[in-house]
């Protein structure tokens, strides 16, 4: 199939006026814009549109989202709100846990999403994998909307054989929250053992605790090197990194950088912040994530990639990238851009500059997914799988409007 759509007058975020031709699910071409192709090509017209890659979402917990009214939080900090949401009666009930993550994978996309990593508990009560198991038909539900990549989280006390079954279930990643175990360093090597055996990635919560004399996250960069292990590991959460004095904090990220581990920061929660300006000039690669949408972590939780952009506090281009190019990396997915051979996974927003949209978040937004429209202004577009890409878009012969 030779699809192909054309946005017309599109701003690049230089400043530029483009058409942008989309052809089979990439870009093709980036070309002045012209008056004569709006009145003979398929189009969508982007005039007084931003235009930049798709962001992706590489940290976010759907089992949790949207519990902050039947859960409520415990006062007793991060730790409270944790043991808040394992106290609720029957956390996994499949009906639940399908309504919420669904109605929260729709805001995602909605706003502009992509691809979405989310972490789920494994391991607790009589259906340890219900969680994976739900969210793999979400999966495929959404297939034409987003990637969802899933990542097996054990609880205390999960077995070995538990966390490989997730993976059977499918989940593609694991992950864990080693400071819950009696002894962390011992289960980091477990769960690092576990993903090679299992021949996928690892995703861990580091360092979100308050002990001084841990940091595991250096732990972990040292054992990579010396383990050889080459598979793509992730750190997220880290706030131990800002105990750290310049000195020793610029030698982690070293250590960091040369293991190839990628860093996830949820800029946007209470008591996840770290050092990312440090972390980015010592060379390692900082994604940027929500982690949770209305819990009992995150009562505010927006799940809007904007938001944690400008949340990051880096410049305008670096803040995008945390939650586009270097989220995606962090997804091990094509990064995405705007120029020929992209992949046309793309973000419209209504804004004159990055600097405007982060400051004022409109609405007013459009989302493609390999050059297919699935979302306008938060609402999902009706997707029939037998329709061309330009029978997505809703265009036709001659020059359509954006926003109907």
Known sequence: MNDRITLFGATLPDGRARDVVL???RISMLREPGRLCRETCAGLDLT?????????????HLDRALTWEPVGSDPDGRDGAWRSWLVRPAPYHPGDLRRRSRAALRTLAGHGVTAV???LDIGAGRTPLRAVEVMAELRAEFDRVLDLQIVAVPVPGTSDRTIVDAVSAGARVIGGRPRFASDCRQEIRRLLRLADRAEVALDLHLDDGFDPR???VGDLARLLRASGFDRPVTASHLAGLNRLAPSALGRVGETIAASGMRVVALPSERGCGLPIRELVA?????????DHLRTAGHPMGLADPLATAAATGLPAAQAWAAVAGHARNVLGLDPGGLEPGAAADLFAVRAGSLAEALQTRPQDRIVLRGGRVVARSGRLAPIDRSTSLAQDAQVSRGRVPAAA
């Open 23 to 25: 052809r089979n699910g």
């Open 48 to 60: 007084g549109y931003l235009l930049l890659p798709a962001p992706a979402e590489p940290h976010v």
């Open 117 to 119: 990593r989310t972490h």
């Open 214 to 216: 841990l940091l595991a």
């Open 282 to 290: 010592a060379g390692v690669t900082v994604a940027a994530g929500g």
